[in-house]
């Protein structure tokens, strides 16, 4: 299992570079250059010249990689120039808010999704599984940002049920030592708190999650319809073993393998289609704030928050691969 995290991690040395490299050249490669797309309107030849020398954008390309990197490396993920703090700093704020967001949802979606897809693989043919299939088309199908404005409009506004925009009511003054609402809710005991971040966490998490949903039933469906039908399977049956057994022993345990890695493939859909999500909710995570970057030209911090994500993504990807090891003896044997 050790040396698998070793493997792991020394390849996602390489992807990170390979991103860099795209990040630094996108941004150079902008019509008129980054001061340009800067400046806007303002961009006459002296303000051009003029950040082209603040940011170092007038040395060799090569010199300023390798400040980029240097600077990578030090901490130093630029500053914003809408709001004048350090990238890094701004991200350190909002991503506790987009976390807590991104689990509500993955949390819904694999609550839903798996029984959901082993129900209708168990009963392949009958109404169950025609809904499960209907269910995971609609999820699919339907835009994020269209599911999240019929939920805030017939949940929120016409009903009233949830809360409409934010992570918290302005009337809740409640200790945040971990900017997880729920959770410092829990941990300070204030049980008022950590229900209201919940009702403004229902809607937004159930929009974001109803891809992710649909994905997994599909694929927990089509895994345990595989397996179901194996040798192995039937020869356990022709022995005796016990219907729960064979189902969670047997059965479950071995679909389930493609299906963890389809969950750990899902977060990075989640990070990126929270920017839709908290954009319609006015959630205060990294989504919204990448909106505000990309309509102010804030290229500081779609760089940062861009290659920030990339390593949570990678991070993800190798707690996936170690999960196989839990799942599958096999994995750690290899490993």
């Not at 703090?85 to 609550?111: C, G, K, N, Q």
């Not at 190798?318 to 196989?324: E, N």
Request: aromatic content about 10%.
């Amino acid at each position: 299992m050790l040396m698998l995290i070793v493997r792991r991690l020394a390849q996602l040395v390489p992807t990170l570079i390979g991103l860099t490299i795209l990040l630094f050249f996108w941004v150079r490669a902008l019509p008129g250059g980054p001061a340009v797309a800067l400046l806007g309107e303002r961009a006459t030849p002296e303000a051009v010249a003029d950040i082209n020398r603040l940011y170092g954008f007038d040395r060799p390309l090569l010199e300023q990689y390798f400040t980029y990197v240097g600077r990578l490396l030090q901490g130093d993920f630029g500053t914003s120039i809408r709001t004048r703090r350090p990238v890094l700093e701004e991200f350190i704020d909002r991503f506790p808010a987009t976390l807590e967001l991104s689990l509500a949802a993955l949390l819904f979606a694999v609550v839903v999704a798996i029984p959901l897809g082993y129900v209708a693989a168990r009963r392949r043919g009958t109404i169950v599984d025609h809904t499960s299939v209907v269910v995971s088309l609609i999820g699919v199908t339907v835009p994020v940002f269209f599911l999240a404005f019929i939920l805030k409009y017939v949940f929120a506004v016409k009903l009233g049920w949830f809360a409409t925009t934010g992570r918290a009511s302005v009337d809740i003054n409640a200790t945040n030592p971990t900017n997880l609402y729920v959770l410092d809710g829990l941990l300070t005991g204030e049980l008022d708190a950590s229900w209201d971040a919940i009702m403004h966490l229902v809607l937004p998490a159930i929009a974001l999650g109803s891809i992710p949903l649909a994905i997994i039933a599909r694929m927990t469906r089509a895994s345990v319809m595989e397996v179901q039908g194996a040798d192995y399977v039937r020869t356990a049956r022709a022995k005796g073993l016990r219907p729960g057994r064979l189902r969670n022993r047997v059965i479950l345990r071995n679909a389930m393998l493609p299906v963890a890695t389809t969950i750990g493939l899902q977060v990075g859909l989640l990070l990126s289609g929270a920017v839709l999500t908290e954009t319609v909710f006015s959630f205060p995570g990294i989504g919204s704030f990448l909106y505000q970057a990309i309509s102010s030209s804030d290229y500081p911090v779609l760089q940062g928050f861009i290659l920030a994500i990339a390593v949570v993504y990678a991070l993800v990807n190798l707690l996936v691969d170690i999960s196989y090891g839990l799942i599958d003896p096999r994995m750690r044997a290899r490993s």
